[in-house]
């Protein structure tokens, strides 16, 4: 009697192993990663005792390779291998402020810590025309503008979708630089999230919540 | 004398409440200023700014020049 071989279980049961030794693996990598980033979050001083959403944020989500190609004529040449996922615009008019000087003072930072996606300027007058033809943005500027790439076609009227950070509003110099590193670090850690907007809307309600706690406490203290 | 106080207290007690709701509304607006999406009367910016990128207006900044 002839022993029939089953090489086809084999090779399920063989596959079946590997897919489990490559989960655990990428469940390893991911948890040490959180681990890191709640330890660095948690070992930042905040001394500036600003309002940002972005604080203590964490990444909780499996790195997705960007899928979207770029192929605009001003679009940055991909300098790591993969299309870009955001497009990061800053508009300033040229208020002589603190908060701007921030910002002009990290342009390569941001560069540095946004997987070199591309950073546009928008010059003085570029900026002052956008503004003008959008007047209630005066006052708001200088301007961080996300556009997720990755979203676009997506859910929404227009297809474009990103977040934006408004340092004009932010008086002081020092809560402006944390704003900013705060929002980069918030990009950062969810560039690999399918709907970072829902993230963000998220966070914000949390930072409501908290907000509305701490308003409470003081009321009571009073 | 103690319906007066009832009073006061109810009326300093509603004065607390809108005062904390007022703070709490003024905290989310200054919040969502500074901090949001882009909604639909901010989407265009986008799109316009895509447009001049398309069009070479703008060019992505290589650490050299300031656009």
């Not at chain 1, 300033?92 to 941001?110: C, Q, Y």
């Not at chain 2, 007022?22 to 989407?43: F, G, N, P, S």
Request: with cysteine.
């Amino acid at each position: 009697m002839a022993t029939r071989k089953t090489p086809p279980q084999k090779s399920t049961a063989a596959s079946l192993l590997e897919d489990a030794g490559k989960a655990v693996a990428e469940a390893a990598v991911e948890t040490s990663e959180m681990v890191e980033a709640l330890i660095a979050t948690s070992l930042e001083p905040d001394a500036t005792g600003d309002e940002s959403p972005f604080e203590g944020a964490t990444s909780g989500f499996a790195d997705s390779s960007p899928d979207a190609a770029v192929s605009e004529p001003g679009a940055a040449e991909p300098e790591n291998g993969h299309p870009p996922r955001f497009h990061f615009f800053v508009i300033d008019a040229g208020w002589k402020t603190e908060p701007s000087k921030v910002l002009r003072d990290n342009f390569h930072m941001i560069r540095l810590f946004q997987n070199n996606d591309p950073l546009y300027i928008l010059n003085r007058e570029q900026s002052i025309a956008l503004i003008r033809a959008n007047p209630d943005l005066i006052g708001k500027d200088p301007i961080l503008l996300v556009h997720d790439l990755h979203a676009r076609g997506g859910r929404g009227e227009s297809g474009y979708h990103g977040f934006r950070l408004c340092l004009g509003l932010i008086n002081n110099p020092q809560q402006a630089l944390a704003a900013l590193q705060k929002f980069l670090r918030f990009v950062q850690q969810h560039r690999g999230s399918e709907d970072i907007e829902k993230h963000i809307r998220d966070k914000l309600h949390r930072k409501g919540l908290e907000n509305a706690i701490e308003v409470m406490r003081e009321s009571i203290a009073a | 004398m103690s319906e007066v106080s009832e009073a006061v207290t109810l009326v300093f007690f509603s004065f607390l409440m809108v005062a904390a709701g007022y703070e709490i509304k003024r905290r989310q607006q200054k919040l969502r200023a500074v901090y949001d999406v882009l909604d639909v009367e901010t989407k265009h910016i986008a799109a316009g700014l895509e447009q001049m990128v398309q069009q070479g207006e703008l060019r992505p900044y290589t650490g050299e020049t300031v656009a």
